[in-house]
């Protein structure tokens, strides 16, 4: 009976290393642009340590023994990812209606999302806390809240 | 003559302001996206209709209790208020998930007192003569002591130093977007028009520490924050004894942190670390560090709020600001036709002394904040996740937002979140990264500047006391990790050749 080969884990370390290169490596190009030499020094300067140190990690990964292998916990990445994408949709519908319009929305959504059933508490969590910004931050600090595009061509 | 001034500070009508401004800071302080540069920049206008004394010690109690507030959300939720209590979550965070976060926000309490009253007496007494040696920091002096910041962090990461390094490079490459300090010209803004400034500090911060600390909320599926039924245990009012043990970390962290906020640019964020870095290596049980140590978590708090005195000291006595709050206070000043500097103290004397102890009286506030507000701030370790995530990632949207009054700030402080994310997943630490951000245009500015001095006269620029001493300690803290693996490895050679 033929035993199947144990399935080998993925060191994200790889991972940084692309990422690095691309994060250093953009600056580096948008360095070159620079005109002034003096100005051109300090991000050219951290681009390229950035990449060497970046390469320092690929080589001590590469070599790096069975046992002495780093820890990384990835788990529950995928509901993390979801919610950035919330996030993200929430920022695009406050930018369009506003944030009062669409923080009860994202509220009771993530909510729901999360696991909360207690539709009566997620109710009063997604109005009180827009009228607690309006009353607090807007009409007592004056502070300004987004409106959104709507609001704006009304 | 004090004693007048005193009973002009302490009117009604300015008790009565002092009261607003420390709750009103202690509030905006803990709330993930606002700080004291937010709450001191929204109560600006709304000083211009009161009398200078009473508009100064408002900004001035916001000052000392947004910079307190921010401590309890980076203790019980790990989730830094503004970014000078990133250094609170190390120690504070993990002795709330033990169930200790109502001692830790006692213990954060009474050395942010300790610490705001020190910085508050130095003010008082000791503002002219300290601020003389300040004025004799030049470019290589300030270059120096912003690195410090920096190779402090970077040191504290042994285990991990070439992430930390790495971490480090990335924060400045960011903190290089935008207006170029010396020549005023745009770079590396990649074409963004809303990054033409620069890359805006809080949603940045707020990204990396609170956006990304929801995100591992959500990927953990807790129900609630801390481990375990019974989350908060014992009381925020810590026994008389333990606060004598750890009354000799208070001061000497308050003098550091009362020292550091006197040198222009230093800030926070260096005074934590110094004192951090001081109280592992003198402590018993250095390991312990990092995994809920008492010490860690009050050197830390007495340092943070040690910088709110010493920052004004220059800006009262020479007109320059110790950092970017005291900054917003220069605009405080001028707006009520106050000009800082010596004059201050001759011509409106009862002002400038009655700001001061205005910033004195608005401690004690930090006492009754955290006494009697701790179990309340403890309870939000009791709420359910399914409830905080979404409201904190509200509150962080809103935070970067106002900021700028841009929605394209919404946009970075997500990006920056993600980042977070995958950073503490990748074993990255995000301390090198926001501090080399947050200290990354100014190390620049003093680099070149040192640069043009080098080139001009090598030997007389470098070669001068208070910089070899500046670089002598930049070094001592890069290399000092490697102390024990040095030592270690002259035993084994002194061994190997006695055998």
């Known amino acids: ?154 | 003559m004090f004693l007048e001034y005193v009973a002009q500070a302490l009117s009604f009508t300015n008790v009565l302001w002092l009261t607003i401004g420390s709750v009103v800071g202690a509030i905006l302080g803990a709330l993930p996206g606002m700080s004291a540069d937010t709450g001191i920049a929204i109560f600006l206008p709304l000083t211009f209709n009161l009398e200078p004394m009473t508009g100064l010690i408002t900004l001035g109690a916001i000052y000392v209790t947004a910079s307190y507030g921010g401590n309890i959300t980076a203790v019980l939720i790990n989730t830094p208020g503004t970014s000078d209590s990133l250094f609170m979550t190390l120690d504070g965070y993990p002795m709330t998930v033990r169930g200790q976060g109502l001692q830790a926000v006692g213990i954060t309490t009474v050395s942010a007192f300790i610490g705001g009253i020190i910085g508050s007496v130095v003010l008082l007494f000791i503002a002219p003569p300290l601020a003389q040696i300040a004025v004799r920091f030049g470019p290589l002096e300030l270059f120096l002591t912003t690195m410090m910041g920096i190779v402090i962090i970077v040191g504290l990461s042994k285990d991990g130093m070439l992430k930390g390094l790495i971490s480090a490079m990335l924060g400045f490459l960011c903190a290089e977007i935008g207006l170029d300090g010396i020549t005023g010209m745009t770079r590396l803004n990649f074409g963004i028009n809303q990054l033409y400034d620069e890359l805006p500090l809080l949603p940045v911060v707020l990204g990396m520490f609170a956006v990304s600390q929801v995100m591992i909320l959500v990927a953990e599926k807790r129900k609630t924050i801390a481990i375990g039924e019974e989350a908060i245990k014992g009381s925020a009012i810590i026994p008389f004894k333990e606060q004598m043990k750890m009354l000799t970390t208070n001061v000497w962290s308050s003098i550091i942190g009362t020292v550091v906020g006197i040198i222009p640019g230093a800030g926070t964020t260096v005074a934590a670390g110094i004192s951090y870095n001081i109280a592992k290596k003198t402590d018993p049980n250095p390991d312990t560090f990092g995994k809920g140590n008492k010490r860690g978590l009050a050197c830390v708090s007495a340092a943070n709020n040690g910088v709110v005195g010493g920052s004004l000291v220059p800006l009262l006595t020479l007109g320059i600001p110790g950092n970017g709050t005291s900054a917003l206070f220069l605009g405080g000043l001028l707006i009520h036709g106050l000009a800082p500097g010596p004059k201050l103290f001759s011509q409106h004397a009862s002002i400038a002394y009655g700001l001061i102890f205005g910033i004195l009286a608005a401690n004690f506030f930090i006492l009754l904040i955290g006494m009697f507000g701790a179990p309340i701030y403890a309870k939000i370790t009791k709420v359910p996740n399914s409830i905080l995530i979404p409201v904190v990632g509200a509150f962080c949207i809103l935070g970067a937002y106002t900021f700028r009054n841009m929605a394209f700030d919404m946009l970075v402080i997500l990006v920056f979140g993600i980042i977070g994310y995958y950073m503490t997943r990748a074993n990255f630490s995000m301390a090198p990264f926001v501090l080399a951000f947050v200290l990354g245009k100014n190390v620049e500015i003093q680099f070149r500047r040192t640069m043009q001095l080098l080139g001009g006269n090598f030997a007389e620029t470098l070669f001068r006391p208070l910089p070899m001493a500046l670089l002598a300690i930049d070094l001592i803290f890069l290399l000092s990790p490697f102390w024990p693996d040095f030592k270690r490895w002259l035993d084994r050679k002194k061994n190997a050749q006695a055998a």
């Open chain 1, 1 to 154: 009976m033929t035993t199947k080969p144990e399935k080998k884990e993925f060191n994200y370390n790889y991972l940084s290393v692309i990422f690095l290169y691309i994060w250093a490596g953009a600056f580096l190009f948008s360095a070159t642009s620079i005109k002034d030499d003096a100005s051109r020094m300090f991000p050219t300067f951290i681009s390229i340590a950035a990449m060497v140190l970046a390469t320092v990690l690929l080589i001590k990964t590469y070599r790096s023994k069975a046992g002495n292998k780093e820890t990384m916990d990835f788990s529950g990445s995928r509901e993390a990812v979801i919610f950035a994408l919330i996030l993200l949709l929430y920022i695009g519908l406050a930018a369009l209606v506003g944030f009062y319009f669409s923080t009860p929305v994202y509220l009771y959504v993530t909510m729901y999302l999360l696991g909360q059933r207690n539709h009566k508490l997620m109710a009063i969590v997604a109005v009180s806390m827009p009228l607690i910004i309006f009353l607090f931050f807007d009409l007592l600090l004056g502070m300004q809240i987004p409106m959104g595009m709507l609001a704006e061509w009304i």
